[in-house]
């Protein structure tokens, strides 16, 4: 089966910029998640979707961040306008609906974001 | 807040030594999972240790869990150049179906050939 797919692979933007970064899940996956991790620092969980509807947004940093998931297929995570704390690699993991996180999630490439 | 540290930061060993890592954990968790990342690359699930469990093996792969000391060590034996990579753990907080994995700040492994 395809993995997680997420594109851009790597996107620099100056700052104030929109930025929009894409997942496309393993098909079936009712579970998305995106993660980002800032330079030095550790991976952060930012939120959660189950199909079309946010289950856990608690680490979405502010409302300059933007996720959708519509349809339940692929998920959008725009960042408008990006500033420079923004810059990290951005992950995003699927996961089936089967008691969630007892199994291990599969996590894309990443997006590496840097705002100049 | 929860939040996963491992210890060491870096380890560099030779090809074929044992490369031990760390990791600690502040609360309750239903389980505990590490991840490797190679330079540029995505994160992959190596094994995953359930909280009613001691100790899991995965090929050349040994983790063990210490609930009451809030801790998990991931063993890699007879390392390989293919080893180097960023290691993770990730503890997953119960209830067990929140999907919000929090993760360690890393261990660079480096395994001269």
């Known amino acids: 089966e395809a993995g997680v797919t997420q594109f851009p692979s790597h996107s620099v933007i100056e700052k104030g910029q929109t930025v929009t970064l894409r997942c496309d899940p393993i098909s079936g996956h009712d579970n998305l998640y995106w993660y980002r991790r800032v330079m030095g620092k550790e991976i952060k969980f930012l939120l959660h979707?189950?199909?079309?509807?946010?289950?856990?947004e608690s680490g979405m940093p502010n409302n300059r961040f933007l996720a959708e998931r519509t349809g339940g297929t692929y998920s959008t995570l725009k960042v408008q306008p990006a500033e420079l704390e923004d810059s990290g690699v951005y992950f995003c993991a699927s996961s089936p609906n089967r008691g969630t996180s007892n199994y291990g999630y599969t996590f894309g490439s990443g997006t590496r974001l840097t705002v100049v | 807040s929860q939040q996963g540290e491992e210890d060491p930061q870096a380890l560099s060993i030779q090809e074929g030594e044992n490369a031990t890592m760390n990791c600690s954990y502040k609360?309750?968790?239903?389980?505990l999972q590490w991840y490797r990342q190679n330079s540029g690359r995505g994160l992959v699930h190596l094994i995953l240790i359930r909280s009613n469990e001691r100790e899991k093996h995965s090929g050349r792969l040994r983790v063990t869990l210490d609930t009451s000391k809030k801790s998990s060590s991931l063993l890699i034996t007879a390392s390989r150049a293919a080893d180097t990579a960023s290691y993770f753990c990730a503890t997953a907080p119960p209830p067990g179906n929140t999907g919000k994995l929090i993760f360690g700040q890393g261990t660079t492994l480096q395994v001269k050939p």
């Open positions: 979707f189950v199909k079309e509807s946010k289950q856990d």
């Open positions: 609360t309750s968790i239903n389980n």
